[in-house]
């Protein structure tokens, strides 16, 4: 019944809700702008909890309290079993050769439907012999039957959920969602949990899944837009960090709802303000930011398992190398050498993508240095040159932050006030900027604004982004232009608080500039995507894709791009195609998160566009990829080569240039040009040393077909092919390409961005729609009725004959070059 209610009141809610977080207008960019300083204390908005709405009687609090106690006997025995489980699951992906996402082809598919089913039996049955002799070295997740005492717990949970206990069926809502705690998977079962909750008490966790099972189209719900944004926006106005994001991305980029900035950093402000709060809330100058995401692409060795450009792997060292160095780093550390005992104190206090976080070694190796440097009396050693000089404030000021902060040793800001001290005299930076903290709230000394000012400006010249920030707040009032231009540097050093202070000044005249509203919601945005300790789905993600459970992270990292993660995007688009391309053994349940192999190719291409949209290395090629080959959309060969031209020429993406050279040789998708097509197989061999070798190939087969078409008296163009290499002509390109190959910016919006179809469309029900409008296509070729968007530029059997004698005479031409190299001379 809510949930009707809720439809009802639903626009006028929305209002009364934006209305709260109104965007001020009421102070101009100019010299007298007023930053806002964060309050210390967190915003009290519970993110997963349930209120309830009616006073419960005596009787049902009686009844309530005891089955929240029969609830935490039962979580615990699921927690103790599931612990197990994921240790024994992660040691077992980490003892396979090579990467649990290494594919392999369902070559079955490409056989007669009739014979489909007896050739995968004779494999299964293969598979299963070479995993009992041992000799099978492919990851496979082990499916396991939970004892006896975890499936009474699991009964008993679910008695109690269906008792209506929220807590109860909440949980048991995410172990059929992600089939954890000793249940299967099973995404229906999950929605109606889900669904159950959201209708009957208005969870706002149950609101945002249900949204997001309508937003993705998983389990067999119908992809539904409208439906979905109904339920993420009713979560997002209670509050929820999540569907704040989910909603704040959509009305940017335009999807399912008009495009609208103001909309969007209403939604973002206020989840914005939120993780400052929770930033603040924890020990002085602010808490450690989240954790390192991971790119699955780097994994892999780029999406394509091979560096196809100069961006194309993210990451700057490999697993391997990285063990090594730290190995390097203990040995010199064990003889004595302070610079490699300072690193490792470095590494572990900030954390690494293949080392955790671990305050207790950090303090272990900064104490060793401090020990061989300074007197008891904590003097420097007189004989320090300048190198242990360097080496002595840095590794004191580390020891005084994390003294001051109560970091890997219970907090003393007496001793804090000492190191820091030293440390301020040496020049570190970060000590210098806590002492002025210290300085302005008191701490150990009286307070003195003049003297924190000057310590925070002292900080900010040495390049301390933190001290920026501090010196543009202490100063804002009195010189707000020299404030903004220390929150700008600091902002360029990713500094959430600068980010933060930049979105709240843009904020205040968004509402009479589209700029401004642009800055507020990319600022916004940053701070929501990197202060995410409330609302990020990768740490589940991570956790899942290391224990092998690929089915768990591919929902955890699609939770992720629907928020408008670039990471979560790209990462969501590998499992995704990995399921739809890959023979997938090794989990099961990866390749039932959507019902038949076009659905699964049809969200990846979706995840494809917006990774690409933001810049995610090989994602434009990848989009390339779709519309050349027809998987998830309409086959469009004019549109694949827009996408591989951006990527080539904003990417310097070797594999794009080769996919461009190949489609000018053999005129698909553009007008037929040797001499473009050599152009770009030059650039892709000077680009991607990988592909050196197809390349020079290419280049051999390209001179045989001009050759072949200058004796049949086609057009080749001007000049010779290899002594008169013309230039990109961007306009025949752009022709050739429908229109969608001009400039980069224009390409975006033109051929990939997602917007396009959004912005007169607010209701729509159905999934073809949805998906029509992400790709940005036009009603013609979504309908197949554009001939030269399909490549049929020609006569197909003269195209046919003359491929066939251009292969022939290029067989001959490869011959008479062997004859004559083996020739006695």
Request: proline share 2%; charged share 25%; hydrophobic share 40%.
């Amino acid at each position: 019944m809510r949930l009707w209610v809720g439809l009802a009141l639903w626009s006028a809610v929305s209002v009364i809700a934006l209305a709260d977080t109104e965007l001020s207008t009421e102070t101009s960019l100019s010299g007298d702008t007023e930053l806002l300083i964060p309050s210390q204390t967190p915003l009290n908005i519970e993110e997963h909890g349930y209120s309830e709405d009616e006073k419960l009687t005596v009787e049902e609090q009686k009844q309530k309290k005891k089955f929240d106690k029969q609830f935490a006997k039962i979580y615990s025995e699921l927690v103790e079993y599931q612990d197990a489980v994921d240790t024994e699951d992660e040691k077992l992906a980490l003892s396979i050769k090579g990467s649990i996402l290494d594919t392999r082809r369902d070559l079955t598919r490409y056989l007669p439907e009739t014979l489909q089913q007896s050739a995968r039996r004779i494999r299964g049955a293969i598979v299963s012999v070479l995993k009992w002799t041992g000799r099978h070295s492919r990851y496979s997740r082990k499916v396991r039957t939970p004892p006896d005492h975890i499936q009474e717990a699991i009964a008993q949970l679910s008695g109690l959920a269906d008792r209506g206990h929220q807590d109860s069926l909440l949980l048991r809502a995410e172990m059929d969602m992600y089939g954890r705690y000793g249940a299967p998977m099973d995404l229906p079962s999950a929605f109606a949990r889900y669904q159950q909750m959201a209708e009957s008490s208005g969870n706002a966790t149950a609101q945002y899944m249900v949204g997001f099972f309508y937003s993705t189209g998983i389990g067999g719900v119908p992809q539904q837009n409208s439906l979905a944004l109904l339920y993420t926006t009713m979560a997002a106005i209670q509050g929820y960090g999540a569907a704040e994001m989910v909603v704040g991305f959509r009305s940017i980029m335009g999807l399912g709802v008009a495009e609208s900035c103001n909309e969007a950093a209403a939604h973002y402000q206020s989840a914005a303000r939120r993780s400052i709060g929770h930033f603040l809330s924890g020990p002085p100058l602010g808490r450690a930011m989240p954790k390192y995401r991971v790119r699955l692409s780097d994994e892999m060795g780029s999406a394509y398992g091979v560096q196809t450009g100069q961006n194309s792997i993210h990451r700057s060292i490999g697993r391997e190398a990285f063990g090594e160095l730290i190995e390097y780093y203990r040995f010199s550390a064990q003889k004595g050498n302070l610079k490699a005992s300072l690193a490792l104190a470095d590494l572990y206090y900030s954390g690494h993508q293949f080392l955790e976080r671990n305050l207790t070694i950090t303090s272990r190796h900064v104490r060793r240095v401090l020990s061989q440097l300074f007197t008891q009396e904590g003097k420097l050693q007189s004989d320090a040159g300048q190198a242990e000089v360097n080496v002595a404030g840095h590794a004191a000021g580390l020891y005084g932050l994390m003294l001051l902060r109560g970091e890997g040793m219970p907090a003393d800001t007496s001793l804090a006030f000492k190191w820091l001290k030293i440390g301020a005299e040496l020049g570190h930076g970060a000590a210098i900027n806590a002492l002025g903290y210290m300085y302005q709230h008191g701490i150990e000394v009286e307070p003195s604004e003049e003297d924190a000012i000057e310590l925070y400006k002292r900080a900010a010249d040495r390049g301390h982004s933190g001290g920026h920030v501090n010196y543009a707040l202490a100063v804002a009032s009195t010189m707000p232009k020299a404030a903004v231009n220390s929150l700008n540097r600091a902002a360029r050093s990713g500094h959430v608080l600068a980010h933060f202070n930049l979105g709240e000044m843009h904020a205040r005249v968004a509402k009479t500039s589209e700029v401004q509203c642009r800055l507020a919601v990319a600022s916004y945005r940053f701070v929501v995507e990197n202060a995410d300790w409330q609302h990020s789905p990768f740490a589940e993600s991570t956790a899942a894709f290391r224990r092998g459970d690929l089915a768990g992270a591919a929902l955890h990292y699609m939770r992720a791009a629907e928020m408008g993660y670039g990471v979560g995007q790209l990462n969501a688009a590998v499992l995704l195609e990995h399921a739809a391309r890959a023979d997938n053994q090794g989990d099961s349940r990866l390749a039932k998160i959507y019902e038949t192999h076009e659905q699964l190719d049809r969200q990846a291409a979706v995840y494809w566009t917006r990774a690409a949209n933001q810049n995610m290395a090989d994602a434009r090629v990848k989009q390339g990829d779709h519309y050349y080959h027809g998987r998830g959309t309409e086959c469009n060969p004019t549109r694949a080569a827009a996408a591989y031209r951006i990527a080539a020429e904003s990417e310097r993406n070797g594999l794009a240039m080769w996919n461009l050279g190949y489609m000018f040789e053999n005129g698909i998708g553009v007008e037929r040009d040797f001499h473009l097509a050599k152009r770009y197989y030059d650039l892709a061999v000077e680009t991607n040393e990988n592909g050196r070798l197809a390349g020079y190939v290419s280049l051999v087969r390209l001179c045989a077909k001009y050759l072949w078409a200058w004796v049949r008296g086609e057009d080749v163009g001007d000049a010779p092919l290899f002594f008169a290499p013309r230039l990109v002509n961007t306009a025949k390109m752009a022709a050739g390409s429908g229109g969608n190959a001009g400039p980069k910016n224009d390409d975006m919006n033109d051929m990939a961005d997602e917007g396009n179809g959004y912005a007169h469309q607010h209701d729509m029900h159905g999934a073809d729609e949805l998906q029509a409008d992400e790709w940005g296509l036009g009603a013609d070729i979504l309908n197949g009725d554009d001939d030269d968007a399909r490549g049929d530029t020609g006569d197909d059997d003269d195209g046919e004959e003359g491929d066939l004698s251009a292969s022939i005479f290029f067989v001959v031409v490869v011959l008479a070059i062997g004859w004559f190299a083996i020739q006695p001379r």
